[in-house]
């Protein structure tokens, strides 16, 4: 547990003996402790930025005269000429890298984590390639070079630049944990309890923040006068990229009286999260015209997005109902000759807005529950039979399904719906439960996939799965569903805990 005595401390440069002073006034009542002073933070950012982009450039040159090298050697055993290849890869290069720095993508900040980089790389990637080739159409040089090198070169490239950073990812949160990489310089002011609360709940030093100070206020209107100005001149010898007022949000006097302060220190001043914030993971923001508010629940979907996660359900729905048609006549034959009972078993389950419908599956056990309680299979049930246990092993039982897709009930990837009696028993344990029906729910999802499936016997199984539901819900994309159906079938995880 950290507190406010851990916290890192820039020394104050030469300069002015009454600041400094005033510093170490605060120092001594904030409990600042020592740490390695990093004046040249700026340099530092700016010179991984040019490392960044740098190594983005070197791996995809060598990936342009691998893809050249390999290519030719197995189609003309270096008889083709490679020469106008690498000038369009040289120019796709210069032109990603480009793009990223106009972006801002190489900033250190960007590089504590890899969410983000595969999205956002591969709209320019693409960008890039097009621009290439556009630019050899004009220039006349496609005819000279090799398509399929150059195709091969597309494959590969973002393959490559994605690994890099990748590695490079794993180099800076190392040095953050350590305390090395230094993505922000940053002041902390408030209350000595939210100080200690924001350091302990965050880390922000493993986020890449340098904390140079932290001065704790005492909650009297005078002493805290005499903080705010001592604060606030050593601030302005720290000289910190950041502050972070640390207070409660119904203590506006507080906030208002460390902004007045803090105004007049070149940085930027932030409203320290107050705890609710803990409970959205989107919470940003939002302005409609003149109207600034916090939106903490994530945005809507847009129209056009609704429709094009509809179509996408549908085409792979009905194509896999096609494909699997065999199968699923086979499947309910089994299960026929196996027990007795109905080969399908329909339950209802809670929708989009907690709309109910009947979801669809094989039936895997003896018993077809559907009341207000329902006792949940467990390892090494009796009674799920032997069809059943093989086809819940291999999701197969999920099959069914289908045709709730296609009805418009059920998505082919979103949060798994729950037995109405156990939404119940879930929405009075977690809070944010009720937002996985904001969706609709899905045959698979992002929790499947990270093995959070099977039996819930504890609090801590049902908060995971709820945490993972939440997170595609904020983070829905088409790739994220591609991927999700692409782990669903080959990811060992996404048969884990099988009942």
Request: aromatic residues 10%.
């Amino acid at each position: 547990m950290s507190s406010i005595a851990d916290l890192p401390f820039s020394s104050l440069r030469k300069g002015d003996a009454r600041a400094k002073a005033a510093a170490d006034s605060a120092a001594l009542r904030s409990g600042w402790s020592r740490a390695m002073p990093s004046p040249n933070a700026a340099l530092m950012r700016a010179s991984f930025s040019v490392i960044a982009a740098l190594v983005d450039m070197a791996v995809i040159l060598a990936t342009a005269i691998a893809c050249e090298t390999l290519y030719h050697y197995f189609a003309y055993g270096y008889d083709g000429s490679t020469l106008p290849n690498l000038r369009l890869c040289m120019f796709a290069a210069i032109l990603f890298v480009l793009s990223n720095v106009m972006r801002h993508e190489y900033a250190i900040k960007n590089y504590l984590t890899l969410e983000g980089h595969g999205w956002r790389g591969s709209v320019l990637w693409s960008v890039a390639f097009v621009c290439a080739l556009t630019f050899g159409f004009l220039a006349k040089a496609t005819e000279e070079s090799s398509r399929g090198a150059f195709v091969l070169f597309y494959a590969t490239g973002f393959l490559s630049v994605y690994a890099a950073r990748a590695a490079l990812v794993g180099v800076v949160r190392r040095s953050a944990e350590r305390g090395g990489a230094s993505a922000r310089r940053v002041f902390l002011v408030g209350f000595e309890s939210d100080i200690d609360e924001f350091t302990r709940r965050y880390q922000p030093w493993e986020s890449g923040m340098n904390i140079v100070a932290a001065v704790a206020l005492r909650d009297r209107a005078d002493a805290m006068q005499d903080d705010l100005a001592l604060a606030q001149a050593s601030a302005r010898m720290l000289l910190p990229d950041d502050v972070f007022i640390l207070a409660p949000w119904s203590r506006t006097d507080v906030i208002d009286d460390c902004v007045a302060a803090f105004l007049r220190v070149p940085a930027s001043i932030h409203l320290g999260p107050e705890r609710v914030l803990d409970r959205f993971a989107d919470a940003h923001i939002n302005k409609i015209g003149s109207i600034a508010s916090l939106n903490l629940s994530g945005r809507r979907h847009e129209s056009l997005e609704i429709i094009a996660k509809r179509l996408f359900d549908i085409v792979l729905a009905a194509a896999g109902l096609i494909a699997l048609s065999p199968m699923l006549l086979a499947v309910a034959a089994a299960i026929k000759l196996d027990s007795k009972g109905p080969a399908l078993f329909f339950q209802r389950r809670h929708g989009f807005n907690r709309e109910p419908f009947r979801i669809a599956k094989f039936r895997s056990m003896t018993t077809m529950e559907d009341g207000r309680e329902i006792t949940q299979a467990t390892a090494g049930d009796k009674r799920v039979t032997r069809v059943g246990r093989f086809i819940r092993r291999y999701n197969i039982d999920e099959l069914p399904q289908l045709f709730n897709v296609l009805r418009g009930d059920m998505s082919l990837v979103g949060p798994r719906p729950h037995a109405l009696a156990h939404d119940q028993i879930f929405e009075r344990k977690i809070a944010l439960y009720a937002r996985r029906h904001n969706v609709k729910p899905g045959i698979t999802g992002w929790a499947q996939v990270n093995g959070l499936r099977g039996e819930i016997d504890s609090p801590e199984k049902i908060r995971l799965r709820v945490e993972h539901d939440l997170y595609y819900i904020d983070h829905w994309s088409l790739p994220l569903d591609v991927g999700i159906i692409f782990m669903t079938i080959f990811s060992r995880k996404a048969y884990r805990n099988a009942l």
